[in-house]
């Protein structure tokens, strides 16, 4: 039973990152999430892709965690990229949540955004963080439509996971506990 459940779970692990091109990794020792930068792509493309990893489009809780993501990603492998963040108003015009249901409410909008592309580009409902250096406001945010560039500069996902107790761990903690009780009862 036990080497079913860890080949199930080797397997599933395996098709997710198939699914999804993933370009780099990084650990953020601030959160204690790990982040991927995904290929250049579409928000939706991204954001599926993300949650066959395991988790969601980024969620920024703070300047820090801005900072951090735009200095990491921002400028991988010498190519300027917007990043796909988590944030949309795709369910409601002007309301901007994030994918991952998390409540925070840090914002680093660039001047005059959000703007919807001022009724010309609309609809803008998916929000990428400027690269650092870039060509507008580094580090800000703007909402965009979902394309997978901007005057031909990519937009690339950038996924952050956070990490749960594994399979392996549950299985070890289930077997401790049979163990106990079995000894209880002696």
């Given at each position: 039973m036990k080497n079913i459940l860890i080949l199930a779970v080797v397997g599933a692990l395996g098709a997710a990152s198939a699914n999804a091109q993933i370009l780099t990794s990084a650990f953020n020792p601030a959160t204690g999430h790990n982040y991927y930068l995904l290929a250049q792509s579409t928000w939706t493309v991204a954001e599926s892709q993300a949650v066959s990893l395991g988790g969601f489009l980024v969620t920024i809780n703070d300047a820090a965690e801005n900072t951090w993501?735009?200095?990491?990603?921002?400028?991988?492998?010498?190519?300027?990229?917007?990043?796909?963040?988590?944030?949309?108003?795709?369910?409601?015009?002007?309301?901007?949540?994030?994918?991952?249901?998390?409540?925070?409410?840090?914002?680093?909008?660039?001047?005059?955004?959000?703007?919807?592309?001022?009724?010309?580009?609309?609809?803008?409902?998916w929000v990428n963080i400027w690269p650092n250096p870039g060509p507008r406001d580094p580090g800000t945010w703007n909402d965009f439509s979902n394309a997978d560039n901007w005057e031909g500069m990519p937009f690339n996902g950038v996924v952050e996971v956070v990490p749960e107790p594994s399979a392996l761990a549950l299985m070890g903690l289930g077997a401790a506990a049979l163990l106990l009780r079995r000894r209880a009862r002696v």
């Open positions: 993501v735009s200095t990491t990603f921002s400028n991988f492998g010498g190519v300027q990229r917007g990043l796909w963040t988590g944030l949309t108003d795709q369910n409601h015009e002007g309301t901007f949540t994030w994918v991952s249901g998390d409540p925070s409410t840090y914002r680093n909008w660039e001047a005059g955004q959000p703007d919807n592309g001022g009724g010309t580009f609309g609809p803008e409902n």
